[in-house]
């Protein structure tokens, strides 16, 4: 890839380690919106002299939270979604993330003159499932106290995540039990080698169980279920919110329940900064950008 | 499951351990058309014997060939898809296999006196790749003389067999690497460890690989290609006929290729035996037969 | 086994899991000199008290650090090994770690009257392998911000931490590298799957690796040896006290190495408990306590 | 390696594969005392042309059956140990197999004209090790019918055999046991995984193995202990003549025992070329020869 000027403006400590790895492969970079003590990359004094700098422009994990500014958790200012930041990214090609429903992103198609792409792409998702996978086994060992090795575990789900986590979990020598709605991918999880099971309810007998995964984005664990498990189980929910675990209930129970989210930012930033970076070169690959 | 009461009718080798697996489950069986030396399992002298008998029927992999007669490889005389056997089917439940398109399985609406069920299920496919790749790891190993630690090999495709057969191949350690055509399929097989590369093509370079699967149903492996590989390469072909390697131009030019079929039948019948039960089972359940 | 009567004396969190875990097998258990918050485990009063009830005395890992008290890092006062407590272990089975060279835990030959075991056996060692390499992961992970997948590591030591520690990283899909001093090891490594090279030295090239483990309890990793590692190698020292990195030269190098010791105990106190209860449990066994 | 110039005396067709990749490497190759038809690999007419051509002599696996010829299966004559062939071997580097106790390979030490080295080597006995360990599962299938996946298997010893072969298994989906005398190998199989016993005798429960593979050169499977196991379990006994298993008992009793040798040779002769190779290329590595 020819060298680029990139822009990377607001999120996390990720979108720092994004412009590190860019500048690695031989990119011109200047970042705003994050502020952190560094002085490998350079900052930029203000939205003007960082799109006046670059062509391509990355925003963060996710874009906006509130549809009104730019999500910018490291950075004391607000950057706001209005006409004058579009009128600045007029002719810049946009990286953008979680954003297909929110106005400001969508094509102008009279004029045509932004041209934004979200990079929240399928490829995004498989590659983030990784360190996801990683940072649920993280989480276990250090709320269980114990080593996978020797745990009972259940992975409740066989998505991008439940797949590549019962896979990490099985070759730490966990038993693993994998559970889902269909047939097709409960024998699939089985030719792998795990256990498998239906979906958990009020009829299961999850007392074996000493850790439970949740992949699922439906309430799952009510009471009924969670009455079944063992007042020792230790349940990590992955689920996006509000999550698949009756976090009350689980409580009355004694039962710890945990609801991990945004896992590759939190303890994997260099690798998430590194998976969007993939991810934005197969989009300027595939759309010629 | 209740104790039942089967006839298993034509089929080669797969069917008498599916007779064996059956009847150590506590089922009455008798089979018919499948004429080998035992002593363990009931033999029916006519249809009609093992037709008043048995009230589920279970027809071979495939049921037909030539949509005129059952499938009898191991019985030397025929068993016609026609009315008398029609007639005798009456009330009955089958299991047949790729029998979807055939006139004679189809329900007869009108009286619904056929009830004709379909084992080539997802699941039974899922099953089966299991031993399809261990058997395509074997005649590996056979053809190239050569264990599968250290080789370097190359999995075409990325369904069922292509998962399953490059994660036996990577347990194995060889340095596999594994083409797909969706770039969904591509990242997916990389989080599992292995290398990627696009479907190849004339432009691609095979010349590193001395073992390459295929499990994709077009020709892939045209002159063009071929000639990427090297003289060394062994291509086994897994791919349903007429399979995705140009077998003569491969001969031409000095290349092995090897059109691999029917291998859960033929290298691992009892496993074959029990998937048949299995799927059989599944369908039982799910339909309350 | 019969139902004991056991007392736990001194050590850290993890002989308070041990005692829930011997309580939960079956047997009456006291703890003496573990000042934590609990309920569930009974707590003597003072020496006497768990003397007087206990036939089995355990000690904790280590038993003591200076030789002149029992290691009580959970407890206000001292529990001097003096001339009282042997009198009072008299007709006691005490298992001690690391004691073989002290002369307060040798069988005082004339009476005989004192029994002490060494837990710190083989299959201690071999046990608490495990949780020491998957200790050393989380702290590769989290000092590298990186997944353990992609990355590419050195283990140097194939002694019983090496070979579990390579074949965990194998298995979480980092590309694994041992290093070994003998013929014999790397050839074993290799078959295994591991890339493999010879100890590290001045004329090694070891800047392709991004994370070294080091096993081994020599200084391998001198100035000449980390001038040949990449600035932004994170090396990971388990070898015991003083250690295999040359700490010093590391920091003037800009080189981060973690000299990481007492992880079961630190990470994994549960697992560490069981590990205890079951090398005791062995010792039992063994001889016929 | 300098190019150098190899003569290949006697053996089978490892020894064909062994010359077929020496030449790959550079080297100028001979070979005597296989008569196989090829056309890529210069042939000796006589013992004289080759030892006057070549300056290294390769011997085969092994050297000799009968301490008076050179083991030669593929061969109409014979090539006597005898002093002509000694004469002729003077000043010569030889490489030979198991021949440390046969006085033909001992050092004339008067004259030391004789440089013999048996690479029948420690790292020999790894390298092969895989291969045998991927034999016995290929036997495994082939006799019983299934595939690995789903069985439940039995590996009786740990040494370098039990401990790949344990592994493949596992990879592969077995369900596996180790047995070992001693607790500490016993542990450490138990941290990669898998169920551990005690060496099999008889008051082991063996009735749930399918297929035991046992690696200990020693009468382990008395009348006794085949009592124990199941009429249907398949032993496959890996340990050298006479083997492990009684196997008249084993008839008896209705048991299938394969006593399978020389695996490596047999399945994967161009693997054992290249195991060769690389042991010799180690001698001469070492010896700096």
């Keep these: 890839m020819n060298s680029k000027k990139l822009g990377i403006i607001g999120g996390d400590i990720r979108q720092y380690y994004l412009a590190q790895s860019l500048m690695k492969d031989g990119h011109t970079v200047m970042i705003y919106g994050i502020n952190i003590n560094n002085d490998d990359i350079k900052k930029s004094n203000s939205l003007k002299e960082i799109l006046d700098f670059a062509n391509y422009i990355i925003f963060p994990v996710p874009t906006t939270r ?5 999500n910018t958790p490291l950075f004391d200012k607000n950057i706001p979604l ?11 090609i946009i990286f953008s993330f979680n954003t297909l429903s929110i106005a400001f992103f969508k094509k102008d198609v009279k004029s045509e003159q932004i041209k ?3 990079y929240n792409t399928e490829k995004f998702k498989i590659l983030n499932s990784l360190p996801t996978a990683e940072g649920a086994i993280k989480i276990a060992t250090e709320e269980s106290k114990k080593t996978i090795k020797n745990s009972k575990s259940l992975v409740v789900g066989y998505g991008r995540i439940g797949k590549i986590l019962s896979k990490l979990l099985y070759d730490l020598n966990s038993n693993v039990t994998v559970s889902a709605r269909k047939e097709s991918d409960r024998t699939q999880a089985n030719i792998n080698g795990y256990n498998i099971i239906n979906t958990p309810n009020k009829n299961s007998n999850l007392s074996g169980y ?23 189980t230790l349940i990590i929910d992955l689920a996006s919110a509000p999550g698949g675990v009756d976090k009350k209930e689980a409580e009355n129970l004694g039962i710890k329940a945990i609801h991990a989210l945004g ?5 994997f930033p260099k690798t998430s900064g590194e998976i969007i970076k993939s991810t934005i070169y197969e989009l300027i690959k595939e759309y010629n950008l």
């Excluded at 850790?211 to 009471?223: A, D, M, R, S």
């Design 263 to 267: 896992l590759p930012g939190k303890y």
């Design 116 to 118: 934004s792409f979200d």
């Design 66 to 70: 509130d549809e009104k500014n730019i």
């Design 82 to 92: 209005n006409s004058k930041l579009k009128a600045l990214l007029k002719n810049k």
């Design 210 to 232: 000493n850790i439970i995964f949740n992949t699922v984005p439906n309430l799952i664990f009510t009471k009924d279920v969670l009455l079944k498990c063992s007042k020792n």
